[in-house]
């Protein structure tokens, strides 16, 4: 995945003030190094105004956006970042490929919300398809003999777990699977 440079550590703690209780990210007050010399003052009181102001912009998806920019800094991209992926630099110095929100509210970015993970870890929380008829992940209703079916997602692969005579059958194999896989407790939740 193709993602900007994130400002470094040292730069995220001079800019912003991060709460792991509560998740919330506020703009600190800016240094002089900061600021171009032109149209510093200008610069300066726009930034005075901001300070202990939330960081965040809601972006797509329902995950927070932090917009940076700092003129003198060229170690990065000036842009817009996603907040979970600050905090995890803020606090660890260094960001893996894919964070998890736990809980699956992207919004959500408190520090024991948030955990390294992979795509697979990623995929074994997320929320019901909005294509899903049944109500649960994975199980679905034969059209033409009336049959439920389970399926689960097994190293990028689907793997069919049976066809049932009931409805309950088939989430019952479907939840198993999912207690053997380690996918979280959260996952196949209403969006």
């Known amino acids: 995945i193709s993602r900007k440079q994130l400002p470094s550590q040292r730069i995220l703690r001079e800019i912003l003030d991060y709460n792991p209780i509560t998740g919330a990210l506020t703009w600190k007050p800016r240094l002089e190094k900061h600021f171009e010399t ?13 300070v202990g102001s939330s960081a965040y912009a809601i972006g797509t998806r329902g995950y927070l956006q932090v917009n940076i920019q700092i003129p003198t800094d060229h170690s990065f991209s000036d842009g817009s970042f996603s907040a979970h ?8 110095g260094e960001t ?21 993970g992979t795509g697979a870890i990623n995929a074994r929380n997320t929320v019901l398809h909005s294509t899903n008829n049944s ?57």
């Open 96 to 116: 893996p490929d894919v964070i998890d929100h736990i809980n699956g509210d992207t919004a959500d970015n408190r520090l024991s919300n948030l955990r390294d």
């Open 135 to 191: 109500g649960v992940s994975g199980v679905y209703q034969c059209k033409t003999t009336g049959a439920w079916s389970a399926q689960i997602h097994v190293d990028g692969k689907f793997k069919r777990l049976g066809r049932f005579a009931t409805f309950n059958e088939a989430v019952a194999a479907r939840k198993a699977a999912e207690k053997v896989l380690d996918y979280h407790p959260n996952h196949g939740r209403a969006a």
């Open 85 to 92: 992926r600050i905090v995890w630099q803020l606090v660890h």
């Open 38 to 50: 032109q149209d510093k003052k200008r610069s300066v009181r726009y930034f005075q105004k901001r």
